[in-house]
C-alpha cells in the first residue's frame, strides 16, 4: 500500500491513511429478523439461528424449518453478503456474527439475529466487516458491553453502536477480504474432506463389524456369545487413593472430571469408587445425542482412573483370543443398542439414567468373528481414523493460520503489497 506512515492508537499505532468509526457512524440498519423460534419441520423454508453462527461463516448442517404453508416476511429473505449478528445467546456465545454466502437456495432469518446494513461510502465491504466483527479487537469489544448471565445473556443496540471499528480504504478493506476469504474457503474444503472420510468411516464400521462385508481372505462363520462369555466385570475399589476422577462422555471418552465440569464434583471420599485400567471398558448408562442407549468407552489415555459405581466397567478375559481394539470400534458403532432395549425399555429412564443391571448388561449377546478377522477389521477401521484425525489437525493449522493473518492485516501490523 502507499500510507506506510503510523498515528498513536490507544497503546499501539495505526496506519495514518486508517480511520476509527464508531459502528453507529457506519451503520445504516440494524433489523431483526422474524418470530421464528419454534420452526421445528424437517423440510419446507429454512431458518438460520443463532445456533448456526460459527467462526465468521454459518454452518447449515443442523438447520430447522418452516413449513411450506406458514407465512414469513419477504424482509426476513437473506441475500448474500447480508452480515448476521447474533444478539441474545450465552455469555461466551453472544455477539457471533457471520456473513451468508448463499449456502442455501432460499432461506430466512429469525429474531435472534440481527442484519446489518452499512453506510457504503465509509464501508463497501461487508465481507471486510466480517471479519473485523472477529477480530481480536472487534471480540473483545463485543463481549465488554454483553450483559446478563452467564447462561442468558444480550447485547443491545445501544451498546453495539459504540463499538469501535479499525477501517482501512476501500481497496485494501476488498484485499484484506480476499486473503482471509481465501483461507476461508481451504478451512471449508478440508472440512468437507473431513466429512466425506467420517462418512467412509461409519459405513465401513456398519458393514465389517456387522460380517455383511468381509475383508478378503475371511470367509469363516462368525459366533454369538453372550458378553459374559468375553468379558469379566471390573469392581476393584480404588483401595489406592487414586485421585484421577473421571467422568465418560459419549463425545470425548474418558475426561478427568475436574476438565469436564470445571470442577471436582466426586465425593471426597472416593476409596469405595471403581477403579479402572488401561484398556477396560466402561458403560454409562446416561443417554445423549448420537447414543440414545447409552455409550460405552475404552480407557486409552491413563494408566488408571476413578470412576462411579454407576457406570458398568468390564475387561476381556483373554488377550489371545478377543482384541480390545476390535471391541473399541465395535461399542463405537452402539452396536450393543438393539439388545439394550430389550433389557432397558421395562424399566424406563430415571434421573436421566437407563435402567440396566450388570447382569442384563453382560446377558446381552453378540456376534463377532474370530482374533485373526478382529485384529484385522479394526487396523482397518483405525487406518480410517488416523486419515480423519490428520486432516482436523489441519484444519486446527489452518484456523491458528487464519487467526494470525488477522491479528496483523486487520490492524495494519502488515500491509499488503498490491492491491486487489
Not at 463481549?143 to 480504504?169: C, N, Q
Amino acid at each position: 500500500m502507499e500510507n506506510n506512515t503510523t498515528k498513536p492508537f490507544y497503546n499501539t499505532t495505526i496506519p495514518t491513511d486508517w480511520k476509527v468509526k464508531k459502528l453507529k457512524d457506519i451503520l445504516i440498519e440494524g433489523r431483526l429478523g422474524g418470530n421464528y423460534e419454534n420452526a421445528e419441520a424437517n423440510t419446507g423454508i429454512p431458518v438460520i439461528k443463532m445456533g448456526n453462527l460459527d467462526r465468521g461463516v454459518i454452518k447449515i448442517d443442523k438447520i430447522q424449518y418452516l413449513p411450506d404453508n406458514e407465512a414469513y416476511n419477504e424482509e426476513d429473505i437473506l441475500k448474500k453478503g447480508d452480515l448476521l449478528f447474533n444478539t441474545r445467546n450465552t455469555l461466551e456465545l453472544v455477539g457471533k456474527v457471520a456473513i451468508w454466502k448463499n449456502e442455501l437456495p432460499f432461506a430466512v432469518y429469525n429474531s435472534n439475529l440481527m442484519r446489518l446494513k452499512f453506510e457504503e461510502k465509509l464501508v463497501e465491504s461487508n465481507w471486510f466487516m466480517n471479519y473485523a466483527f472477529n477480530s481480536h479487537y472487534g471480540l473483545s469489544q463485543l463481549r465488554g458491553t454483553a450483559t446478563g448471565t452467564t447462561s442468558v445473556a444480550a447485547i443491545y443496540g445501544r451498546d453495539l453502536e459504540s463499538i469501535k471499528f479499525l477501517l482501512p480504504p476501500f481497496l485494501e478493506q476488498r484485499a484484506i477480504a480476499h486473503i482471509l476469504g481465501l483461507m476461508d474457503t481451504a478451512i471449508n474444503q478440508n472440512n468437507q474432506l473431513i466429512v466425506q472420510k467420517e462418512f467412509r468411516k461409519k459405513w465401513l464400521m456398519q458393514n465389517l463389524l456387522t460380517g455383511k462385508k468381509r475383508l478378503k481372505g475371511f470367509g469363516g462363520d462368525w459366533k454369538e456369545v453372550a458378553m459374559t462369555n468375553v468379558f469379566n466385570r471390573v469392581t476393584r475399589k480404588n483401595s489406592e487413593d487414586n485421585t484421577n476422577v473421571v467422568t465418560i462422555s459419549a463425545q470425548r471418552g474418558f475426561v478427568r472430571q475436574i476438565d469436564f465440569f470445571n470442577k471436582a464434583i466426586a465425593s471426597e471420599i472416593i476409596d469405595n469408587y471403581f477403579l479402572v485400567e488401561k484398556g477396560e471398558f466402561c458403560y454409562n448408562k446416561s443417554y445423549s445425542n448420537g447414543y440414545p442407549w447409552g455409550a460405552t468407552k475404552r480407557l486409552n489415555d491413563f494408566d488408571k482412573a476413578v470412576v462411579t459405581t454407576l457406570y458398568i466397567c468390564f475387561g476381556l478375559k483373554n488377550l489371545q483370543k478377543n482384541s480390545g481394539d476390535f471391541f473399541e470400534q465395535f461399542f463405537e458403532a452402539n452396536l450393543l443398542d438393539r439388545g439394550l432395549t430389550k433389557i432397558a425399555h421395562e424399566g424406563g429412564r430415571a434421573h436421566g439414567l437407563l435402567n440396566v443391571t450388570p447382569s442384563d448388561f453382560f446377558s446381552l449377546r453378540i456376534t463377532i468373528p474370530d482374533f485373526e478377522e478382529q485384529t484385522a477389521i479394526s487396523q482397518v477401521l483405525q487406518a480410517a481414523d488416523k486419515e480423519i484425525q490428520l486432516l482436523k489437525t489441519k484444519t486446527d493449522k489452518l484456523r491458528e493460520q487464519k487467526k494470525g493473518m488477522m491479528q496483523v492485516l486487520l490492524t495494519g501490523k502488515k500491509r499488503l503489497k498490491s492491491e486487489i
